[in-house]
């Protein structure tokens, strides 16, 4: 009876915790499968996934834990930041290529590096041999002779299992048994000692932010020294050639930050609108007042204009009416040379178009008649005559 009652209390005292919140960082080669086996426990489909760049961050719940995982690109260039992660984990995913045999020593190297790193060694890992759905991937025993992950979990005092799966033959609540079964151990070995992983946590990531801190300043103050033997050589120059020696430009702290920030601008920008409504509505009725009188005076102008314009065509109507009496003589020839009209000049600008020259036209003679004119007639051979013979000629 008492045992029943302490059981109900212990399972209405978990009951009643609050979420435990626990990060995890994801690590691994690259294109071993670290975005799919998130995705897939997320819920989302797995497939098609482009090489993470940096880094990625999931939020997900899992019973009472709220799991932050880092999911860190596995690039060689990119895997020097992993250790900026490890400070703020609770535990470790190291997700292995099984079917990738040829990088098999690459990936036992990389594992030796983040077990061996301190503020690693000692917290839970759980290893991931994905993508056993392909031909030719290593079976669980010889990923782990390969590894030689009984050797490195004993000298970094390490709690670790290694769960076969693949992350792409489905997801959400169809996600592969074996990753769902890894991650619950995981979860559940950092319960079993939360506190104590957690007071870690908090000092590794006190220690990594004085760090930081301490190499932000040793930086300003290696970036501060080579400005002052920069300028203590260039005034020395300056005395040694005689010329003037130029004044120092201020410090960045002393110079005003163009940035401004966004509640200022923001409170600014609603009293200028503010401002302008109030013009607005108080200076509406004088302006439609004077909209008003403008339009009628245009519309005055314009009933004006159109009256005089249209006497004005009367006029000349009555000055181009022509009367039957009136003739036109025709041009004559002789009175005078007529004035040849010249074309207009092309139009300049690009791609004008190049005018054609007719050829010059010579006149015909001082009469502008031609050689036949007002001569007798050729006289026509073998031509009958009305009464007469048909073979008479005319002389």
Same mark, same amino acid.
């Given at each position: 009876?008492?045992?029943? *009652?302490?059981?109900?209390?212990?399972?209405?005292?978990?009951?009643?915790?609050?979420?435990?919140?626990?990060?995890?960082? *994801?690590?691994?080669?690259?294109?071993a499968?670290?975005?799919?086996?998130?995705? #897939?426990?997320?819920?989302?489909?797995?497939? $098609?996934?482009?090489?993470?760049? #940096?880094?990625?961050?999931?939020?997900?719940?899992?019973?009472?834990?709220?799991?932050?995982?880092?999911?860190?690109?596995?690039?060689?260039?990119? @895997?020097?930041?992993?250790?900026n992660?490890?400070?703020?984990?609770? #535990?470790? +995913?190291?997700?292995? $290529?099984?079917?990738?045999?040829?990088?098999?020593?690459?990936?036992?190297?990389?594992?030796?590096?983040?077990?061996?790193?301190?503020?690693? %060694?000692?917290?839970? /890992?759980?290893?991931?041999?994905?993508?056993? $759905?392909?031909?030719?991937?290593?079976?669980e025993?010889?990923?782990?002779?390969?590894?030689?992950?009984?050797?490195?979990?004993n000298?970094?005092?390490?709690?670790?299992?290694?769960? !076969?799966c693949?992350? /792409?033959?489905g997801?959400?609540?169809?996600?592969?048994?074996?990753?769902?079964?890894?991650?619950?151990?995981?979860?559940?070995?950092?319960?079993?000692?939360?506190?104590?992983?957690?007071?870690r946590?908090?000092?590794?990531?006190?220690?990594?932010?004085?760090?930081?801190?301490?190499?932000?300043?040793? @930086?300003a103050?290696?970036?501060?020294?080579?400005?002052?033997?920069?300028?203590?050589?260039?005034?020395?120059?300056?005395?040694?050639?005689?010329?003037?020696?130029?004044? $120092?430009?201020?410090?960045?702290?002393?110079?005003?930050?163009?940035?401004?920030?966004?509640?200022?601008?923001?409170?600014?920008?609603?009293?200028?609108?503010?401002?302008?409504?109030? /013009?607005?509505?108080? #200076?509406?009725? +004088?302006?439609?007042?004077?909209?008003?009188?403008?339009?009628?005076? &245009?519309?005055?102008?314009?009933?004006? &204009?159109?009256?005089?314009?249209?006497?004005?065509?009367?006029?000349?109507?009555?000055?181009?009416?022509?009367?039957?009496?009136?003739?036109?003589? !025709?041009?004559?020839?002789?009175?005078?040379?007529?004035?040849?009209?010249?074309?207009?000049?092309?139009?300049?600008?690009?791609?004008?178009?190049? /005018?054609?020259?007719?050829?010059?036209?010579?006149?015909?003679?001082?009469?502008? &008649?031609?050689?036949?004119y007002?001569? =007798?007639? =050729?006289?026509? %051979?073998?031509?009958?005559?009305?009464?007469?013979?048909?073979?008479?000629?005319?002389?």
């Amino acid at each position: 009876m008492f045992s029943l *009652m302490a059981n109900c209390c212990n399972w209405l005292k978990r009951w009643q915790e609050p979420a435990r919140k626990v990060t995890l960082v *994801m690590v691994g080669l690259d294109n071993a499968g670290k975005t799919a086996t998130v995705r #897939g426990i997320q819920g989302d489909n797995p497939r $098609d996934v482009a090489p993470t760049v #940096g880094f990625s961050k999931v939020d997900l719940k899992q019973g009472k834990f709220e799991v932050t995982i880092f999911d860190l690109g596995g690039g060689k260039r990119i @895997r020097g930041i992993w250790k900026n992660y490890y400070s703020e984990s609770h #535990g470790v +995913v190291f997700v292995v $290529d099984s079917s990738d045999v040829q990088r098999i020593q690459e990936t036992r190297e990389t594992m030796a590096e983040v077990l061996q790193h301190p503020r690693i %060694a000692g917290k839970p /890992v759980l290893v991931l041999a994905n993508k056993q $759905d392909q031909e030719g991937a290593l079976a669980e025993a010889d990923i782990i002779e390969n590894l030689s992950l009984e050797k490195l979990v004993n000298e970094n005092k390490c709690l670790c299992q290694i769960e !076969p799966c693949s992350a /792409v033959l489905g997801y959400g609540k169809k996600v592969d048994k074996s990753i769902k079964k890894g991650l619950n151990w995981l979860l559940s070995n950092i319960a079993k000692d939360y506190e104590a992983i957690t007071e870690r946590v908090q000092k590794d990531t006190a220690e990594q932010r004085a760090l930081e801190e301490q190499d932000k300043k040793e @930086r300003a103050e290696r970036v501060r020294r080579i400005r002052e033997e920069r300028e203590r050589q260039e005034r020395e120059e300056a005395e040694r050639e005689g010329r003037p020696i130029q004044e $120092d430009e201020p410090d960045d702290e002393y110079i005003q930050s163009p940035f401004q920030p966004i509640e200022s601008m923001i409170s600014e920008v609603s009293r200028v609108y503010t401002l302008g409504l109030i /013009v607005y509505y108080s #200076g509406l009725s +004088v302006i439609v007042k004077l909209v008003l009188n403008i339009w009628i005076l &245009h519309l005055q102008h314009i009933s004006v &204009h159109s009256a005089t314009t249209g006497e004005q065509s009367k006029k000349k109507t009555s000055k181009l009416h022509l009367k039957r009496k009136h003739r036109v003589d !025709p041009l004559r020839i002789e009175d005078g040379p007529t004035e040849s009209l010249t074309p207009p000049p092309p139009p300049v600008g690009w791609a004008t178009p190049k /005018v054609s020259r007719l050829p010059k036209l010579e006149p015909l003679g001082d009469t502008g &008649h031609s050689e036949f004119y007002k001569k =007798p007639l =050729p006289p026509v %051979a073998n031509r009958p005559r009305p009464n007469g013979d048909a073979h008479d000629i005319i002389s």
